[in-house]
């Protein structure tokens, strides 16, 4: 019996919900440079540029609607008989709106808002501009609460302990292609738990995991939810 979940999100997760996924055919790195808009550099260079890329993904994650993948997690969530974490790399909050509480965004949120300056945080309204005042400092240095390339991702101490304490680490929904996240199948690995990734198809990090189920994550992760609860409660 899995008591302790950490469940690790990506992109694909959310792209049934509509929300474009990065590296796939079409996927937003493929029309933007992420040096541009998802680094410190890229904000330094063109802040206008990036509030635009931000402003435009939080009016469709706004319009998008929670999956039934997300949905099943939130079940998981209520019925499950020990504890569930999701770790997300997203930066929309559908596992919120979904009805999930334990959930922590490693990347960032796109409906939070930091100054640059003072390191305040608050709800980002939905359109961002290079001449918004920070509300605490007033300095004209506002950005979106996002971890880009190049800066360190939120919580991961806690995250590091929530995965070395899991029974079962599953992945759903994403590439594997970026660290620190797609390392932590390896550190659950060490500690024994079992690993399995739930995805479109086998990601970078695929062979590291105990079990792998393939399909789309509105199919798979209902699935995987139902066998959970009948095993264990
Ligand atoms: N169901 C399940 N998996 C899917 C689906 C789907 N419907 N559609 C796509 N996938 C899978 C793809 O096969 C791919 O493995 O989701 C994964 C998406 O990978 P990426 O686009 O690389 O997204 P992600 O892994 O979340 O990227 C990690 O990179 O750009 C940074 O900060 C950004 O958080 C992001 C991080």
New binding site residues.
């Given amino acids: 019996m899995s008591k302790n979940i950490v469940i690790l999100t ?4 959310s ?2 919900s509509g929300l474009g ?4 055919a079409g ?3 493929t029309k933007y440079d ?1 040096n541009d808009v ?1 680094t410190p550099e890229g904000f330094a260079r063109n802040p206008g540029r990036v509030h635009d890329f931000y402003n435009a993904r939080r009016v469709n994650a706004r319009k998008a609607r929670a999956n039934a ?1 997300h949905a099943a997690l939130a079940r998981l969530e209520v019925e499950h008989q020990g504890q569930v974490l999701i770790v997300t ?3 929309d909050n559908l596992h919120e709106r979904a009805g999930s509480k334990a959930v922590w965004h490693m ?1 960032g949120e796109l409906f939070r808002a930091l100054c640059a300056a003072c390191e305040a945080r608050w709800d980002a309204p939905d359109q961002m501009h290079l001449d918004d005042e920070c509300p605490e400092c007033r300095a004209k240095a506002t950005r979106p609460d996002v ?1 880009w ?1 190049g800066e360190i991702p939120y919580r991961m101490d806690e995250i590091y302990e929530r995965v070395l304490d899991a029974d079962l680490f599953v992945s ?7 660290y620190p ?1 797609a390392g932590f199948v390896e550190i659950a690995n060490g500690a024994g738990a079992h690993t399995m990734e ?4 086998p ?1 970078e990090t695929a062979t590291a995991f105990a079990e792998s189920r393939l ?4 199919e ?1 992760v209902p699935n995987w939810v139902d066998e959970v609860l009948a095993d264990t409660n």
């Fill in positions: 990506g992109a694909g997760v792209a049934e996924t990065f590296r796939d996927g937003v790195w992420l998802a993948a790399q997203n930066v990347h971890v390339f759903i929904g994403t590439s594997g292609s970026v996240a739930l995805n479109l198809e990601s399909g789309k994550a509105t798979v």
